[in-house]
């Protein structure tokens, strides 16, 4: 194998894929990235058994081959290399990296060994907005567990119906949800695991527009020739629909920033009791309580628009709230319909946004 | 083709691949089911599936062909391991949910526990005052006070019976609750058997959704990885909604061999409990509390007499008593120490337990003029094979030792594998006249 490339490229793409060579594998070859030249083309990949990065950069001198070598020892030794081109090439299982100034022989696997995905057959296919999309996941992916003990909630959902699909995140205390327009028409429910959607959030900045393709059990995403692969999670999602509530009783509109920065000072003095912060309704002032039996109290009063409700009583774990309210900007709307059901969060900048937190018990 | 048959092929491959690839590439791989010799394998991703075809599966039909006769081909499918988790119980759910749980309520187990397994009948003593309290306060207030409860201490001390008294007093409080018994044995087969039929959801509902878990003997838990995995969920799950847990075993967490990290540091967050065996005071107040509740008069040498010939173990200790007290009364004899000595000896010649696993492995090495050490090996040379199996039918039928205890025993054999070996011989017996002969001359070397 042999290639001569701009060093920046490939500094670029060994930086991409290498963030899946891992050093915690009980397999040692997953610590390396795989190179492949074919013509003018030198492709990287690399995987961590449940997710694969492949790009590719143009090149000139080649001839074909392949092998793998240690991401971490390639990647740091791009990085601290001032020259502007950079020449691979292999010796048996050796990778000779040579540019003008600096030479290094670094000992590789052979690539035969490296773990590949079987060819898949996709069944679904649909082209989407990078930065739509990204903010899509950014305002709903919080809401998925971190727990694995359901494991099924630690993913999102995306649900196809006809042209848009619906991301739906849900730990079991809350629930995001919003809608997004796809170009074309699609049905299926598809669950991916936060960890891969925060690796596509990463690669969505490298193009305007991503490709998805969906098999039962794997997804994919291309933007701007990278190719993106992950597994999707095999279950079915909790049915969401009968908890979210038809009509309101009381709704309020609030700056998001304002609101944000009182419960900040509120979460203050309810770290200990897991968050929990009393909101109070009068007339037209929501009041945000918390108390701490060490700490001491605090009361916050936030002026709305004129309503009928008098001290209407609810309490929430605030930390639920500025997660939303950390994505969400300008007006926001609330809503409540008594002290014992979900909170509900709306946004009239994105009417497909939803956002549902359990109330925690007032006394 | 079974499930013990894919552990032996992964055995017989382990020493022909890298250590690395088989971790990463066939320890993970489960046996699912049989269809007419086409043998399905689960495996964990298609990065799996691919390199198992790529690389392996030459010599796995090789090895399937020579063991198995009707072996017609293997496929690996990809099984993911969440597609079996429920999600009942989200609490956002639950308004929705409430009304559908309520029918389930009553048709779960009826809860039945030993009624003489209370906390009244408990003798305390020295040896077991702390696990006594701990148990009160955990019937008194459950998931609240220690959880989870971990009892431990020998054979036959009272672990059971405080798990039954915490259950009794619990029920006795409040008859509606869901309390779920079992011991570690039966959860492991109930998991196998809910993966080989794919019912987990059922399985998780059955024990994600108790009150109270109360799990016996769970040093069996040791080597038994996707068992341990499916506890650790349930004992999370559990705990998180403030369920009490308790569990008993006969050693401390620490020392459970193959034990996760994990699980070993969970069972420290509640209360470690532990029962010593009696002293000779304590072996008394327990006989004459058992005389008592039995309304018959034993004079006092004849319970020390039990006392100092029964020293370790509590079942033993009340057996004994309730043996002589029945032989007194078949007999129409009066109690006394001479009578008790007499009763006793008979008792103990009969029962068949002066037997014990060490002579079980010598005798049979004996007759098949074997060794001891070559018999609890692990070479698989057919002159150890059969002796070896002998041992653990044996083991099994005639000190009814259970699965696990003979695996321990034969020095860490898996319980599936003591399990073939139990019905291989048992098979053997009925058809083989040899193999019936070997075993009535073993049998006759115990009396």
């Not at chain 1, 930065?131 to 567990?145: Q, V």
Request: hydrophobic share 40%; aromatic share 8%; net charge negative.
């Amino acid at each position: 194998m042999k290639i001569t490339c701009q060093k920046e490229d490939l500094v670029r793409v060994v930086g991409l894929v290498g963030r899946l060579a891992t050093t915690r594998a009980t397999l040692p070859i997953l610590q390396n990235i795989y190179l492949s030249v074919t013509g003018d083309i030198l492709q990287v990949k690399a995987t961590d058994l449940e997710q694969t990065i492949q790009a590719e950069i143009k090149g000139e001198g080649f001839e074909n081959g392949v092998i793998t070598v240690s991401a971490r020892v390639l990647t740091d030794y791009l990085q601290n290399n001032t020259d502007e081109k950079v020449t691979l090439s292999t010796d048996d299982i050796t990778i000779k990296v040579d540019s003008s100034n600096h030479h290094a022989k670094i000992k590789g696997m052979d690539a035969v060994d490296y773990p590949s995905l079987p060819k898949i057959k996709f069944q679904a296919e649909t082209v989407i907005d990078s930065n739509t999309f990204n903010e899509a996941i950014s305002k709903t992916i919080f809401a998925a567990a971190n727990d694995e003990t359901r494991p099924i909630l630690t993913g999102l959902l995306f649900r196809f119906e006809g042209d848009s699909v619906q991301l739906v995140g849900t730990d079991g205390y809350r629930l995001a949800l919003t809608k997004l327009k796809i170009k074309n028409s699609l049905t299926g429910d598809y669950i991916l695991p936060k960890r891969s959607l925060q690796e596509i959030q990463r690669l969505l900045g490298q193009g305007e527009e991503a490709i998805l393709s969906f098999s039962a059990s794997q997804v994919q995403m291309k933007v701007n020739g990278i190719i993106f692969t992950s597994r999707v999670l095999d279950g079915a999602f909790p049915a969401y629909g009968a908890i979210i509530p038809k009509k309101y009783e009381i709704n309020l509109k609030v700056n998001s920033a304002v609101l944000l920065q009182t419960l900040k000072l509120a979460s203050l003095f309810s770290r200990d009791s897991a968050y929990s912060t009393k909101f109070e309704i009068n007339k037209k002032v929501l009041k945000v309580t918390a108390i701490s039996p060490t700490l001491g109290d605090n009361t916050n009063e936030i002026a709305i628009d004129e309503t009928d409700v008098s001290d209407f009583i609810i309490s929430a774990n605030a930390q639920y709230l500025i997660e939303a309210l950390n994505v969400l900007s300008n007006e926001i709307n609330l809503h409540f319909i008594d002290s014992k059901s979900p909170i509900v969060i709306t946004s009239p900048k994105d009417e497909s946004y939803l956002y549902l937190v359990m109330p925690l018990r007032s006394e | 083709m079974s499930d013990i048959f894919w552990k032996k092929v992964l055995s017989d491959l382990e020493v022909s691949v890298s250590r690395p690839n088989f971790v990463t590439w066939l320890k993970p791989t489960n046996f699912v089911e049989n269809r007419n010799g086409l043998i399905i394998i689960a495996v964990p991703n298609p990065y799996a599936k691919n390199w198992l075809e790529k690389n392996i599966v030459k010599d796995l039909k090789r090895i399937c062909k020579e063991e198995f006769d009707d072996f017609e081909d293997i496929r690996f499918e990809v099984m993911h391991k969440e597609a079996a988790n429920a999600y009942d119980e989200l609490p956002i759910l639950k308004q929705v949910e409430e009304e559908e749980k309520e029918i389930e309520a009553e048709e779960g187990v009826p809860n039945s526990f030993h009624s003489r397994y209370t906390f009244d009948t408990f003798v305390v003593g020295n040896n077991n005052r702390l696990a006594f309290a701990a148990a009160q306060v955990v019937a008194d207030k459950p998931g609240e006070a220690y959880n989870p409860l971990f009892l431990y201490g020998g054979v036959g001390l009272g672990k059971t019976h405080l798990m039954h008294a915490i259950a009794n007093e619990v029920l006795r409080k409040a008859p509606k609750k869901k309390i779920i018994y079992t011991s570690c044995e039966t959860f492991t087969s109930e998991f196998i058997d809910a993966l080989k039929t794919n019912t987990m959801t059922a399985f998780k509902k059955k024990y994600r959704t108790a009150d109270m878990f109360l799990v016996d003997d769970i040093q069996f838990l040791s080597n038994k990885e996707g068992t341990q995995e499916e506890f650790f969920h349930t004992f999370n799950m559990l705990h998180q909604n403030n369920r009490q847990i308790v569990v008993t075993s006969d050693r401390v967490p620490k020392e459970i061999n193959d034990l996760e990290d994990r699980l070993t540091s969970r069972f420290g967050w509640g209360m470690i409990a532990d029962i010593q065996a009696p002293n000779f005071e304590n072996r008394m107040a327990i006989l004459q509390s058992k005389a008592q509740e039995r309304g018959i008069e034993v004079p006092v040498e004849a319970l020390e007499y039990i006392a100092q010939t029964i020293t370790s173990n509590v079942r033993e200790l009340e057996g004994s008593l309730i043996k002589l007290m029945a032989a007194a009364e078949v007999e129409g004899e009066t109690i006394t120490r001479e009578y008790a000595k007499r009763t006793l000896k008979d008792l103990i010649k009969t029962n068949g337990s002066v037997v014990t696993t060490k002579q079980i492995i010598g005798k049979v090495a004996e007759y098949f003029s074997v060794e001891v050490n070559d018999i609890m090996g692990k070479s698989r040379v057919k002159e150890l094979v059969y002796p070896r199996q002998v041992v653990m039918y044996l083991l099994r039928n005639r000190l009814g030792h259970t699965l696990p205890q003979i695996g321990d025993e034969m020095g860490g054999k898996d319980h599936t594998t003591v399990m073939h070996s139990v019905e291989k011989i048992t098979k053997a017996r009925k058809v083989d006249s040899s193999v019936e002969n070997d075993l009535q001359v073993i049998e006759k070397m115990f009396i």
